[in-house]
């Protein structure tokens, strides 16, 4: 005996009439077409799920009331304060110079080192008080000042602030971070999303996922006129709770990842964590690994070696296992790789790849350039022009292992790895037909034209 189930049109019809007692003719459902039914039941009948958007507001007030804290603990003003003698004898000793007359036979410094001693909860460093001069946040009698301006006479007076609104790029209304951090999250992939991968709140710290195209920390004159993954922290870490100082101007990351790269990075909510983590970095105890994929083959899965390369005058070595080499049709093969760097120097992954002649697929033409000399030497041929594949650079990092900030027991994180590198390989090569197999592949050099050849044979 077979059981015919009824078609789902007829149930929508028959819950349409049931709950459509209002209406004046509840027949009319009886001849609508399918897609109608549906769009008519959308709105008879009563939207579930009616605590979703109590459950985001708790949230987004959560949010709210961390950056408030935060904000609470960084002052953002400071002054009017006169300069007075006392205040040019401590940054007198605060700068470290032996000799107070040396210069021209007078009491003069630099007014960033007269700044740093009048504020020090707004700038904890000379340098922090050089840049904040440059941007216009210190003001001598309600004048902005060069950086490289002396301390100006006894009696004039220093005010000073911080600037931590950021105005949209659309329009002029200012947004806070945790509306910029919707923004940010809303639409994209995973691997794309800035959210927390570890919290560890009774000893003040976390690791974030930082998303490829933006930076760390501030960098620049412009920090501040730009979000970094550090913007976005306050609306993320709430302050410490247990015995810890808090960081000045909120939660701050403790090592950096370079603008066009993904992956976890360790942040410190507490000046404690900050320095413990800072001195595992320091000692090399933190292991990461990376995913890349390279243009073109220097073995095959399974294999591994090292790379000893000085990057900035300073030594560095890498780690590297192969994964998997694929064909393609311009770069002849794509490989992908598993990089553990011993060190953490600027761009050591992405120069250590280019120096062996294989560099990230969609890297920085600089760097790409770098691999002119090694590929000329495998291939003996000149570096193909460089070619676009797939989006963005093929560099993620997926694994962070930290020790924990006060009792050593080592943390793991791991991400997943961004779809985009699933994606590139089944689209390295162009399909061939079935009665053929691919064995091998050559790369020629016509006049301005790079030709990939397939040699194929018959089963």
């Not at 059981?3 to 349409?16: C, D, F, M, V």
């Not at 810890?244 to 507490?270: E, I, K, Q, Y």
């Not at 560099?359 to 760097?367: L, M, S, Y």
């Amino acid at each position: 005996m077979l059981a015919w189930g009824l078609h789902p049109s007829w149930n929508l019809r028959h819950s349409l009439v049931q709950t459509s007692r209002k209406v004046e003719s509840p027949s009319v459902f009886r001849r609508m077409s399918f897609p109608s039914l549906i769009l008519a039941l959308s709105r008879l009948s009563p939207k579930p799920q009616a605590a979703l958007p109590s459950c985001k507001v708790r949230r987004r007030a959560t949010r709210v009331d961390q950056c408030r804290l935060w904000e609470a603990l960084s002052p953002s003003k400071a002054g009017p304060l006169k300069i007075t003698s006392q205040l040019l004898d401590r940054a007198w000793k605060m700068s470290g110079f032996r000799d107070p007359d040396a210069i021209h036979g007078q009491r003069s410094l630099p007014l960033y080192r007269v700044v740093h001693a009048a504020f020090p909860e707004l700038f904890p460093s000379a340098s922090a008080a050089k840049k904040a001069l440059k941007r216009g946040y210190v003001l001598v009698d309600g004048e902005a000042m060069p950086s490289s301006s002396l301390s100006p006479p006894l009696g004039s007076v220093l005010t000073a602030f911080v600037s931590r609104s950021l105005e949209s790029p659309k329009n002029d209304r200012l947004k806070s971070i945790d509306q910029r951090l919707e923004m940010w999250n809303s639409g994209r992939p995973k691997s794309s999303k800035i959210y927390v991968l570890h919290n560890d709140e009774n000893a003040a710290w976390a690791v974030v996922n930082k998303p490829s195209g933006l930076h760390t920390s501030p960098v620049g004159l412009n920090a501040w006129k730009s979000l970094t993954l550090q913007s976005y922290l306050p609306a993320l870490i709430a302050p410490p709770t247990g015995a810890g100082t808090p960081c000045r101007n909120g939660p701050r990351p403790c090592h950096r990842l370079d603008f066009l790269v993904a992956g976890p990075v360790a942040v410190a909510a507490s000046e404690e964590a900050m320095r413990s983590l800072n001195r595992s970095f320091k000692s090399r105890k933190v292991h990461k690994e990376y995913r890349a994929i390279l243009c073109g083959s220097c073995g095959g899965p399974g294999e591994s070696f090292s790379i000893h390369l000085p990057v900035e005058g300073k030594s560095s070595h890498t780690d590297v296992d192969i994964l998997q080499v694929v064909p393609h049709e311009y770069y002849g093969s794509l490989t992908e790789v598993s990089l553990k760097p011993r060190e953490g120097r600027r761009h050591q992954l992405r120069i250590h790849c280019a120096a062996i002649g294989m560099p990230i697929v969609n890297d920085v033409a600089p760097i790409y350039a770098l691999a002119q000399e090694a590929w000329l030497q495998r291939w003996k041929q000149a570096l193909p022009v460089q070619q676009r594949v797939g989006q963005g650079l093929f560099l993620q990092a997926v694994k962070l292992a930290v020790p924990h900030p006060f009792d050593s027991i080592e943390v793991s994180v791991e991400v997943e790895i961004a779809e985009k590198f699933r994606k590139l390989s089944p689209k390295a090569f162009k399909k061939l037909p079935r009665k053929f197999r691919r064995s091998s592949f050559k790369m020629l050099r016509t006049e301005n034209l790079h030709v990939c050849v397939c040699v194929c044979v018959l089963n």
